[in-house]
């Protein structure tokens, strides 16, 4: 069975401070993780994916399979990085799991 | 760019009263997907579809159905209306894996807000 799970529900900080939205997955395969931004009014799309190792608006994310994370990083804050933010694995066929998700709020 | 529609923003329908949610896209995606969007509880998998005729269960397929007569659509319909199934439901398509390709994002519609009273 695959797995998401982000464990805060809820994050603060101050513009220009560092973000970190953890994320941590269980699948038995070779995992493919992203992930996904939803900001005010409107829809869900993609940040960013493992296998591009890419940095989007300024975040990046590692793949730690002995860890099993994905954790989502940002060194510097923006009050527009906030948002809803979901990890997702992608498993058989498409299928993705979602975590619970982050709310992130970046205060002015 | 992929556009994948939802045919009603807001919707509001009657305990009982049967419902039917409509989705499109148009970009020749062989897997669409329903999710439900509820605050704490993230997205979860109600069912999803990876050709035409083809479904399959998700997570939570309990009081739902689906059909695709057509690639570009997929349809969600609640046979039977309750207030537990007042939500946010969110319509998705993604392309199929290819050997060679190592990801398959997902393309997310705007969402139906759903109100059952």
């Known amino acids: 069975a695959q797995r998401v799970t982000q464990p805060e529900k809820l994050l603060s900080v101050f513009k220009g401070a560092p973000v970190e939205l953890k994320c941590n997955y269980s699948?038995?395969?070779?995992?493919?993780l992203f992930w996904y931004v939803q900001y005010s009014r409107q829809r869900l799309q993609l940040l960013l994916r493992?296998?591009s190792r890419e940095s989007i608006k300024g975040f990046t994310a590692d793949l730690n399979k002995g860890e099993t994370s994905f954790h989502l990083k940002k060194p510097f804050a923006q009050e527009e990085d906030s948002a809803m933010y979901y990890c997702a694995l992608s498993g058989l066929r498409g299928k993705s799991t979602f975590g619970d998700g982050t709310t992130l709020t970046v205060k002015p | 760019d992929v556009k994948v529609t939802q045919s009603s923003r807001y919707l509001v329908k009657r305990t009982g009263e049967k419902v039917f949610l409509e989705c499109v896209q148009d970009m020749d995606h062989e897997n669409m997907f329903w999710y439900r969007q509820d605050p704490g509880l993230g997205l979860r998998l109600i069912y999803f579809s990876y050709d035409v005729k083809m479904k399959e269960k998700g997570d939570i397929p309990e009081g739902y159905s689906v059909s695709r007569e057509k690639k570009e659509r997929f349809s969600l319909i609640l046979e039977s209306a309750s207030t537990n199934q007042t939500s946010m439901y969110l319509c998705?398509?993604?392309?199929?894996?290819?050997?060679?390709?190592?990801?398959?994002?997902?393309?997310f519609g705007p969402g139906t807000r759903l109100t059952v009273l």
């Open positions: 998705a398509s993604s392309p199929p894996m290819r050997v060679g390709k190592f990801y398959n994002e997902q393309f």
């Open positions: 493992h296998i």
């Open positions: 699948y038995s395969g070779s995992p493919e």
